[in-house]
């Protein structure tokens, strides 16, 4: 099973103030009054004037993300955390092998990361887009780590975000639909059989 993330996750009403108006601003619900606004190449043309750069070589410590971020887009989040911490993540897995890296920018300026890691063999808590997303006031829940409390296990590439965020989903619309079929099941087991045609009763 693959994994894709390419997104900036902050604030809901920050993030919708600041993609207002914007045709490929796409905002997706997390939760804790999170969202996650997925990162396509029109909407980096649309936010800097310019189609994105990408990196030609694998993600390492040197070179954290496939998306390079450029002056103006590196300016552009600095800008948005005047209002509040904003986070780039990244990740990239598949059959059980991949990588991780995240950045956070606040009070307009970049204040935590690069962060990379394609072994993930420290604490959870320390593994890129947990690190980040603590850093932008995540809180613990019932979920083995912030990564899966928000909700980022939800999608697994940037255009299920783009559905989940285009059909307005709440971040507990799968757990939503799981209660939905249990019930349903529940109930199903809880009524007498429907009596058939003659012949499903083996009466002949």
């Known amino acids: 099973m693959s994994y894709q993330l390419s997104a900036v996750v902050a604030d809901v ?3 919708r103030e600041q993609t207002a108006g914007l045709d490929h601003a796409v905002l997706a619900a997390l939760r804790q009054d999170f969202a996650l606004l997925p990162v396509t190449p029109q909407l980096v043309e649309e936010l800097t004037g310019r189609l994105p750069d990408f990196a030609t070589g694998e993600p390492s410590a040197e070179q954290p993300f496939q998306l390079v971020l450029s002056p103006a ?7 948005w955390s005047r209002e509040g911490p ?3 993540l990244e990740a990239e ?4 092998l991949g990588h991780q890296a995240a950045a956070v920018w606040l009070g307009g300026e970049p204040s935590w990361g690069p962060c990379f890691d394609d072994r993930l063999d420290r604490p959870r808590a320390e593994w890129p887009i947990n690190a980040a997303l603590a850093r932008l006031g995540a809180e613990p829940g019932p979920w083995i780590d912030p990564f899966a409390e928000l909700g980022l296990h939800l999608e697994g590439d940037t255009a ?3 559905a989940h965020g285009r059909r307005g989903l709440s971040a507990d619309y799968w757990d939503e639909l799981a209660d939905e079929w249990e019930l349903r099941q529940s109930e199903q087991h809880q009524q007498p059989p429907r009596p058939g045609p003659v012949g499903d009763w083996g009466i002949a």
């Open 73 to 79: 887009l590196d300016e552009l989040l600095a800008r």
């Open 86 to 88: 904003v986070a780039y």
């Open 160 to 162: 299920g975000w783009l």
């Open 13 to 15: 009403e920050l993030l």
């Open 93 to 96: 897995f598949a059959g059980g």
